[in-house]
């Protein structure tokens, strides 16, 4: 099957090109070049906000894995309307560009963000929808034209709402990076851990290569018309981050308190409102109730 991945040359992209090569032709769309090696050679220079190109990339394409987005929740807040072009409009564009080419389907890589501040944990698919920042809002605007464009334009979906993903790829340099990845540059660069507030916020980290899986399962599999949340199912607050960090460099790691920041999205990811695995699913693809709906196809017995 030929897959076309926006966002190419992106951290979650790098391990999509690892996944689905070995059993697909996969090729990707960005505007930047790849930084790793997975994708090198792969990714065309294309905005998804550029309806012909994105329709002559997705030409002969049987699935999109729509990862391509501003990804920061602090620039969101700066320049909202910068945001929502590229996650709105940038998404519309996919989305026409799909169906324009004959794609059957289209995976959008949603985010956690959707629910806002958590009324019960773990979060489940059916926890209210909430989003507290514009990134938040700007990615479940993208959940609903893609749940549209299923009923408008015919198009097969399913939307996948990752937590917090990390891995070595992501970008130790943007001032936009994640929690893991900004202890880990602190760490070497010698300088304090810093914690906003009193670091007992929970989130739920799963490394990129799991949400990779994941996604992967929902392309080739013939489930559509669904969500699913991805997430580890255990909630770590940032101090037993910072202290777990401590434990693996004890000489080098001194913290730091700062007032904590406006936007913060907590909580952790679940299998069900009581805390219940789905049976047979492996640890890293504990993510909600309804990824048992993917189980055939990491069973191996899928039709697809
Ligand atoms: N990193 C996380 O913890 C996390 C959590 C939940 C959801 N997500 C979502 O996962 C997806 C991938 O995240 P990531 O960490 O790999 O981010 P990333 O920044 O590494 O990758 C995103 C890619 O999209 C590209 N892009 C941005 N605007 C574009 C445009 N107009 N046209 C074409 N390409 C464009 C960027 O250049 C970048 O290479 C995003 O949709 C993000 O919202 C991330």
Known sequence: MKVLITGGSGQLASYLFEEMSAEHDVTGVDIRRPAHQPAMGRVTMADIRDLGAMTEAAKGCEVIVHTAAQVSVQRSTEDPSGDAD???????????????????KVVYISSAAVYGDPQRVPVDETHPLSPKSFYGASKLCGEHYTGAAGSTLGLEWVVIRPFNF??????????????????AQAVKDDRPLRIEGDGLQT????????????????????VTGETFNCGSGRGTSIKELADAFSRIFPEKVAV???????????GFGGPDGQGRAPVGVPDQHRSGRRATRLLPVITGCSRS
């Open 203 to 222: 989130r739920d980290f799963l490394h990129a290569r799991d949400v990779a899986r994941m996604v992967s399962l929902a392309a080739s599999s013939d």
């Open 256 to 266: 730091e308190h700062a007032p904590p920041s406006h936007v913060r999205h907590q």
């Open 86 to 104: 590229t996650n709105v409009m940038g998404t519309i564009s996919v989305l026409r560009a799909a169906a324009a080419a004959g794609v059957r």
């Open 166 to 183: 990390y891995s070595p790829r992501a970008d130790p340099t943007s001032p936009y990076s994640g929690v893991i990845t900004k202890f």
